[in-house]
């Protein structure tokens, strides 16, 4: 791909890290699709194109900074810089040994290790392999939950780097290649790193601080094939991790493809879709091919509901309101040339942001299932599964907030993100307390994102010196709540 770093460039960067090892990287071969996913589910990140995201200007004059809260940033600035050869070298650990949803055993003992030597309060096994850090700061304050995603995906690595993955798991019974394919492996190092950052200021915190270290954000490895079981986010949130001290507010990132190399990007509100699951079986009567009028063909009735479903988004939703996804991902029958089958399945995943939107359309995709079926003389039974929730960030909070991301990023290093169609669990933390998700661009300066390999990509890369701007940023957002708290 002619944006792709040449092998020399890859050197050079790599060793403007003084303490990172250095790497040469090979071309990477050109971007491919990404990789549907089983049950349709979830890419767990907001991919952001220049093509629909605005880049915003540069950051307006931001409030007046007292000498305490300039001393702290000062503080984050020197204590992340020192720990950026650990951040990378967690980060390719990670990489190289990823875990499938609710199986991140391996990871959650590096985490709970490290978070003990920090001096934390630490509880694992919350939703099964969760991890949960608790520092107390000096100063009494509001409590701030900082939350990383763990789990791999059942894709196989083709990035040549030294630490690519070659690890194998088990994916709904199945031996599978896993891969961090969506960037976890660099959550979870960015949080260990902010851990470090805000444990060594803590006595002058004024507040708590939660680290969350999340399973099976994309679903776990062991989903129920009807997808009703709970997990991740909401298991963790249905666990109390939100309780015992009970917390005021939330910060979460997820690194993009869609994005030059550092740079930040949010939007306030719906920023996320909503993600759900719909079956479909349509019941006709088997008869011979030569004789179609001899039964009641379910493939051409399954055809039309298809088609069907797609007017419902064109002709009859309000489309000044919200956009709205409707995807047919598998369709199932029939086992041979000459015979109409019986029976054919369908099954699909629906995006939306807007709750009353969502549940019109559930409604709306009953009818046309039904009618359109009965029209032929099928039998036609829709359901659907709600999976996750749209990521909501709370304008209150964002517009508190936006001032410090513009500070960290700088001027021209911050953008307004559009909506997304994917779907985070994040939004679950979101519907029990104010939360703010945002992404961190991955993609190699000079490179058009546009072509990038996108998140779930088997060719998915990191341009690891953007990381520790996760780190400056999550450590700025929970010192910056907490002393704005205080005036």
Request: one cysteine or more; aromatic letters at 6%.
């Amino acid at each position: 791909m002619a944006a792709r770093r040449s092998p020399a460039q890859a050197q050079a960067q790599a060793q403007a890290h003084a303490q990172a090892p250095t790497l040469r990287f090979r071309p990477l071969p050109a971007a491919i699709s990404a990789l549907t996913m089983a049950a349709g589910l979830l890419c767990g990140s907001a991919l952001v194109s220049p093509a629909l995201a605005q880049t915003a200007p540069s950051a307006a004059a931001q409030p007046q900074a007292n000498t305490a809260d300039t001393a702290l940033h000062a503080q984050i600035e020197t204590r992340a810089k020192a720990a950026e050869a650990r951040l990378i070298a967690w980060r390719r650990d990670i990489h190289q040994h990823p875990e499938l949803g609710n199986y991140e055993v391996r990871t959650a003992k590096l985490v709970a290790d490290h978070l003990r030597k920090l001096g934390m309060e630490v509880k694992t096994g919350v939703a099964k392999t969760g991890v949960v850090g608790l520092l107390k700061g000096g100063k009494p304050g509001p409590v701030v939950a900082l939350r990383a995603d763990m789990d791999a995906l059942p894709v196989k690595e083709r990035v040549d780097v030294p630490f690519a993955s070659k690890a194998k798991g088990k994916y709904l019974g199945k031996e599978v290649d896993v891969m961090h394919a969506c960037g976890h492996d660099t959550h979870v190092a960015i949080l260990m790193a902010t851990a470090e950052v805000l444990a060594g200021m803590k006595d002058q915190l004024p507040g708590t601080v939660k680290f969350i270290f999340q399973p099976a954000e994309e679903s776990p490895a062991d989903i129920e094939p009807d997808g009703t079981n709970i997990w991740g986010a909401r298991q963790m949130v249905a666990e109390g991790v939100l309780e015992n001290p009970k917390v005021d507010a939330i910060f979460g990132l997820h690194v993009s493809s869609g994005i030059e190399s550092g740079k930040l990007a949010w939007r306030s509100g719906p920023a996320m879709a909503a993600a759900d699951q719909f079956w479909i079986d349509v019941k006709g009567r088997q008869t011979h091919g030569a004789r179609p009028w001899g039964g009641i063909d379910p493939i051409v009735v399954s055809s039309q509901i298809v088609l069907g479903l797609q007017t419902i988004q064109s002709r009859q939703v309000n489309a000044m309101l919200e956009p709205s996804v409707i995807t047919v991902g598998t369709i199932h029958g029939g086992n041979r040339m000459n015979i109409v089958p019986e029976k054919v399945e369908m099954m699909g995943t629906i995006r939306t942001y807007d709750e009353g939107m969502k549940k019109d359309i559930h409604a709306r995709m009953k009818r046309t299932t039904e009618s359109i079926a009965a029209s032929s003389g099928a039998e036609a039974t829709f359901r659907v599964v709600e999976l996750y929730n749209a990521t909501v960030n709370q304008p209150a909070l964002t517009e508190k907030m936006a001032p410090t991301l513009k500070r960290v990023a700088g001027d021209g290093n911050w953008m307004l993100a559009p909506k997304a169609t994917a779907s985070e669990d994040f939004s679950f933390y979101q519907e029990k307390v104010p939360g703010l998700f945002f992404n961190l661009g991955v993609t190699p300066k000079g490179t058009d994102v546009t072509k990038a390999p996108s998140n779930h990509s088997p060719e998915f890369y990191v341009d690891e010196p953007a990381l520790i701007n996760g780190v400056r940023a999550l450590s700025n957002l929970t010192v910056d709540y907490m002393t704005m708290a205080q005036r």
